[in-house]
Structure formats: structure tokens, C-alpha cells
């Protein structure tokens, strides 16, 4: 993690907090930065108490997490937060040494509605991948970008990150790295592999590379921009909210709802809920069941639009 100048106003605890997080936890670049603003919030608000780390209490806790919800802050953002609150006060315990108790032990959690995922209908799945139909290695590489995240369920940084060597082709399998870098093989159908096929073809990925590669990370990348570097995350987002806006998509669309899409439609076509797990690198299959209560709703919406004794009085 490169210091920057928010971590130059950190306590050192802290800094090496996230330092540890990172090198020793192994997470990811974005949950590293998530947890330096949590942290840096959490530090200004004692520091206005004058208070600090060391003499924090859980009495103080539970105001501050009250002061959070009063000031209209989502449950979600407060519960962020609060873990990344409780990690550091872990971590001051049991190896930095510098606690000998844990404020946040007794400390009761936030509790965030269930919000259930919107996935798009298998019709606008289809309109928005036939949306992509560009000719020029942009549009090459924007028609197997989202055959790939849909037929694969992964996030888009997963997909960002992806280098030559992770696509099996004669098996149709991905080597995809998860959160804290966990690693999981997911297959991907033909349709996926011949999209793949087009833009690793001399109209595709080879008409955007430059004569020289500005370092061995562009070099290795499934997907490139068109200055020849590594796609990033925000521009394939873009690309993805583009080709919606093309196929007439009016509800919020993002690179998750391609997630979410997967694997609701898995599901609804009698997928394993075990597999349907293990393809998306869900470390609980509670956050797998989500997506059954979503095949449940759109199967009541069927029956209801469909049966015509379904709404009869």
C-alpha cells in the first residue's frame, strides 16, 4: 500500500493496521482504501471528543454509532464502518499490544434491511449482449467483455484483472481471484468462448496493443483500453451502463446486476445451489440463498401475470 498523505495524518497504529491488513490479511486495494476512510472518519470524530484509541469505551461506541444513524447515514455504511472500527480494535489487542481490552467485544452490530438483487430478465440479457455488435477491436472487446461477466457471474474487478495466462480454451475454464485473493475456476459456455475467440483475433485485442507495453501488467491483460493499457474497473463500467442505455435498458444497470443475473437465471434453470456457490466465491451460502428468494419472486410474478386464476376474487 503506498503511503499517501491521509496516511502520513494517521497514528501509526493505524498505519500499520492497514499495513498488516493488506501484506498479512491479503485484501484487496479497495477494501484497504474503504477501511482508511472508515478509520480516518472514526479518528476525526474522537479526536473532536478529544479522545483517542486508547481510552475509547464501548459506552462511546454506541454513541458514535447512534450519532452515525441520527445523521441519516445508511444501516449499510454505518455497519462498514463499525467492522472496520472493530478490526483495528482487534488488531490494538492482539498484535499491536497496545489495548489490553476490546471496546467493540460487547458492542451490539448494525442491522442492515435485506435488500433482495433486481436482476435483469433473460430477454434484456439477451437485448444488451446483441447490443454489442461494433466491428472496430473496441467494440470486439466490449461484446466478449460482457458475454464473459455474464457467463461467469464475476465482478468486474475479477474480471479487470485477468491476465493471458488465467483462460483455459480447450476446457472453456477462467481462473478467477476473489476477494482476499481467493482463487476459483469457473467455466464459461461457447457463446462466451467465441466472443473471446473474436477479440483475441488480429481485429481485437492484437489491433489495440501498442508497438511497446508500459509494463509487463499491461502486457499480460485479457482487456485492454485503447491507449493499450489494462481496463480499469470504472471504465468497464462504463461500458457496461453504454451498451444497457443501447438495448433500451431503463432500470439502474451496473456490472453486479450482470452478476446477480447469472445467478438468478441458473437457478431458474435448476442449478445446485452449491454450485451456483462456489462459482461466484461466496464464502457463505447464505449470501447465495439471496438469489433463491429472487427466483421465487419472479416465479410469483409469472404465475400471477400468467395463471388466469391467480388474481380471481
Not at 51 to 67: C, K, M, Q, W
Not at 247 to 256: D, N
Request: proline share 4%.
Amino acid at each position: 500500500m503506498a503511503m499517501d498523505v491521509m496516511d502520513a495524518e494517521l497514528p501509526l497504529d493505524v498505519v500499520e493496521f492497514l499495513l498488516w491488513m493488506e501484506t498479512e490479511q491479503a485484501r484487496a486495494t479497495n477494501t484497504i482504501t474503504a477501511y482508511r476512510r472508515d478509520l480516518t472518519g472514526y479518528l476525526a470524530w474522537l479526536s473532536a471528543r478529544q479522545r483517542d484509541l486508547g481510552d475509547v469505551d464501548t459506552a462511546l461506541l454506541e454513541e458514535f454509532v447512534s450519532i452515525r444513524r441520527d445523521s441519516g447515514a445508511a444501516a449499510s455504511s454505518v455497519a462498514r464502518q463499525l467492522a472496520a472500527i472493530r478490526m483495528l480494535h482487534r488488531y490494538l489487542v492482539v498484535h499491536a499490544e497496545s489495548r489490553r481490552d476490546d471496546p467493540t467485544a460487547d458492542l451490539e452490530g448494525v442491522r442492515v434491511p435485506a435488500g433482495l438483487p433486481k436482476p435483469l430478465s433473460e430477454a434484456e440479457v439477451t437485448s444488451l449482449l446483441e447490443a454489442a455488435v461494433d466491428t472496430d477491436p473496441v467494440g470486439v472487446r466490449d461484446r466478449a467483455l460482457l458475454e464473459l461477466l455474464y457467463a461467469t457471474g464475476a465482478r468486474i474487478s475479477e474480471v479487470c484483472g485477468l491476465s493471458m495466462g488465467d483462460i483455459d480454451f480447450d476446457q472453456r475454464l477462467v481462473r478467477l481471484f476473489g476477494k482476499g485473493s481467493k482463487e476459483r475456476i469457473v467455466p464459461f459456455g461457447r457463446v462466451a468462448a467465441s466472443a473471446l475467440d473474436e477479440w483475441f483475433s488480429p481485429r481485437g485485442r492484437l489491433a489495440l496493443a501498442p508497438a511497446e507495453w508500459r509494463s509487463r501488467r499491461d502486457a499480460e491483460a485479457v482487456f485492454l483500453n485503447g491507449a493499450g493499457r489494462r481496463l480499469t474497473r470504472q471504465a468497464a463500467w462504463a461500458v457496461v451502463k453504454r451498451y444497457g442505455r443501447r438495448a433500451g435498458i431503463t432500470t439502474e444497470l451496473s456490472p453486479h446486476v450482470l452478476r446477480h443475473s447469472c445467478a438468478t437465471h441458473l437457478l431458474d434453470h435448476g442449478a445446485d445451489l452449491r454450485v451456483v456457490q462456489e462459482m461466484l466465491g461466496h464464502a457463505s451460502i447464505s449470501t447465495t440463498q439471496v438469489y433463491t428468494k429472487v427466483s421465487q419472486e419472479r416465479l410469483w410474478d409469472v404465475y400471477r401475470n400468467a395463471h388466469p386464476r391467480a388474481r380471481a376474487s
